[in-house]
C-alpha cells in the first residue's frame, strides 16, 4: 500500500550539476580545524593541547553524557585548542592541526573479521559505534549510538533514509551508487543491534541509478526492501518519511520509537560499517559542493576539519558568490565566515549567485492561505507570524509552534517573500525563553 504525507512541495532539483560526478578523495589541506562541538548535545573536552603530536583516528576529544569523541583526521600537530568559528554561526573551542602529510595512523584502529562481528554483542556493537564518534550524518547529528540504545526493545523496523529531497545535495545518492555493499553491511549491523529482521532503504524516484544498483545487491534477499518514493520536499524529515514508508504517524512531539521505527541516513551506516569491519572512527565524510555559479561541481570525500575556502577554490565560481550554505538552499544555514570547517554532519556546501537574491524591503501577509497548504506539520505559519510578531508566547504554544521543523515550505511559496522561518525560529525560542 502507498502512503504519503501531507503538504510539501517540488522545489526545483538542481541535481544534474554533480548527480553524474564520482565521488573524489579531497587531499588534506595542510591545516584542519576540528570543532570539539559536532553533535546535539555536550560538547568534548579537549584531550590534546598545544604542541601535542597525532595520528590519523586519534581521539582528540571526549566527554560524558550525551557526547561522543572527535578524531584527527590527519597526523601531524596540534598548533592550538582555541576558539573558531563553526557552521552554526557559533564560536567553539577547536583543535587546529598541522598536516605532516604522512598520514601515520593510529595504533588503535584494527579490522575485525565477519566472524568477529558476528560474536559481538549489543552492548560491544554500541560501544564500538560510541568510540568511533558516529552521529545522524543528514544534518541532525545526534549521537547514533544514544538512538540505537533508546530503541532497543521499542523498534521492529528500520528504515535507511536515501530522500536527500534538498536541491542540488546528492551525496547519499553517490554514496549508494559507490559504497552499496558498505553501506548495506552497516545497515545488517544496525539489524543485527536491534535484533530485527526486517528493513526499508527509501530512496526518491528521481535517483535510478542508485535504486538500480542497491536493487542488484539485495536480490534474493527478503529481510531488506528497497522503498522507492515519489520525489517530495521534504521526504527526508523523520516524521513524513515514516509515514511515506509505513502509514504510521508520529504523535505530537513524539520520537520515531514511539511508533516502532528507527531512522539512519545511509552515510550513517556507511559510518557504522567502517567502524565495526574497518575500525576507523568518523574522520571523513561525502559533501556535495554544488551551486548555479560553481565552475566544476564536484562529490568530494573530505577530511573532517577542511575550510569552505579550500572547497570553493577546488570547484571555482563564476562571480562571487551571493550566499555560501552549509547544506542546502531550503534549511542550510548562509555563511558570515568561509574559513569555517567541515564536520560531521556538513553534507554540502551550496554556492549561489546574486541572481538567487530576493529582497522585499516591508512584506505583508495577504492570508492567502498557501503556507499552511503546504506545511507537512499541519500548522498554520501565517497564524504563527502574527503570534511572533505580537511577542504572543500563549498563542504559540497554543498552535503547536514546537512541532516545527523548519523545512522552509511556508516560505518557499509564501507570495508575499515574508521570512516566515525566521519568525518561527524566533517564536520557538520565545517559548523555550519562557520555560
Keep these: 500500500m502507498a502512503f504519503t504525507f501531507f503538504g510539501g512541495i517540488h522545489p526545483k532539483e538542481h541535481k544534474w550539476y554533480a548527480e553524474h560526478i564520482p565521488v573524489q578523495t579531497f587531499p588534506a589541506p595542510d591545516i584542519l580545524v576540528v ?45 592550538a585548542v582555541e576558539m573558531r568559528p563553526h557552521a552554526g554561526g557559533m564560536m567553539v573551542l577547536s583543535a587546529v592541526i598541522q598536516n605532516d602529510h604522512n598520514d601515520t595512523l593510529c595504533p588503535d584502529i584494527q579490522p575485525r573479521t565477519q566472524e568477529q562481528v558476528q560474536a559481538l554483542t549489543p552492548e560491544q556493537l554500541l560501544e564500538i559505534i560510541r568510540n568511533a564518534g558516529i552521529v545522524g550524518m543528514g544534518g541532525a547529528a545526534f549521537p547514533t549510538n544514544v538512538k540505537l540504545s533508546s530503541g532497543l526493545g521499542k523498534v521492529d523496523t528500520v528504515i535507511v ?28 549491523i544496525v539489524m543485527q543491534l536491534l535484533q530485527l529482521n526486517k528493513a526499508f532503504i527509501a530512496i526518491e524516484d528521481n535517483k535510478k541509478v542508485a535504486a538500480q544498483t542497491l536493487q542488484e545487491y539485495l536480490q534474493g534477499q527478503d529481510a531488506i526492501t528497497l522503498k522507492l518514493l515519489p520525489a517530495k520536499y521534504p521526504q527526508g524529515a523523520e516524521k513524513q518519511l515514516i509515514q511515506a514508508v509505513t502509514g504510521r504517524q508520529i504523535p505530537s512531539g513524539g520520537l520515531p520509537a514511539a511508533v516502532g521505527c528507527a531512522v539512519f541516513n545511509a552515510a550513517t551506516c556507511k559510518a557504522i ?58 534549511m542550510g544555514v548562509a555563511q558570515f565566515d568561509l574559513s569555517v570547517p567541515v564536520t560531521k554532519g556538513t553534507n554540502a556546501v551550496t554556492i549561489l549567485g546574486i541572481k538567487n537574491r530576493v529582497a522585499v524591503s516591508d512584506p505583508h501577509c495577504i492570508r492567502c492561505g498557501k503556507c499552511m497548504d503546504v506545511c507537512p506539520m499541519r500548522l498554520m505559519p501565517l497564524m504563527l507570524y502574527q503570534a511572533e510578531r505580537s511577542a504572543d508566547v500563549d498563542e504559540l504554544k497554543k498552535l503547536n509552534i514546537m512541532d516545527c521543523i523548519e523545512c522552509g515550505c511556508c516560505a518557499y511559496t509564501c507570495p508575499a517573500t515574508i521570512p516566515l522561518v525566521q519568525s518561527l525560529r524566533t517564536g520557538k525560542q520565545r517559548v523555550r525563553d519562557q520555560k
Design 161 to 188: 533514509n536515501v530522500s536527500e529531497c534538498e536541491p542540488y545535495i546528492v551525496a547519499d545518492d553517490r554514496l549508494c551508487q559507490e559504497y552499496p555493499e558498505q553501506m548495506l553491511s552497516g545497515l545488517r
Design 35 to 79: 570543532p570539539m562541538s559536532q553533535h546535539i548535545g555536550a560538547p568534548c573536552t579537549p584531550l590534546v593541547k598545544k604542541g601535542d603530536t597525532v595520528t590519523v583516528g586519534q581521539c582528540i576529544g571526549d566527554g560524558e553524557g550525551l557526547c561522543v569523541p572527535v578524531h584527527s583526521p590527519v597526523s601531524g600537530t596540534v598548533k
Design 273 to 330: 560499517y567502517d567502524a565495526v569491519y574497518e575500525g576507523r572512527p568518523l574522520t571523513h565524510r561525502i559533501v556535495t559542493v554544488s551551486g548555479d555559479i560553481v565552475m566544476e561541481p564536484k562529490n568530494l570525500m573530505t577530511p573532517i576539519g577542511t575550510s569552505f575556502n579550500d572547497l570553493l577554490d577546488a570547484v571555482g565560481h563564476s562571480e562571487n558568490p551571493y550566499k555560501v550554505l552549509s547544506g542546502g538552499p531550503m
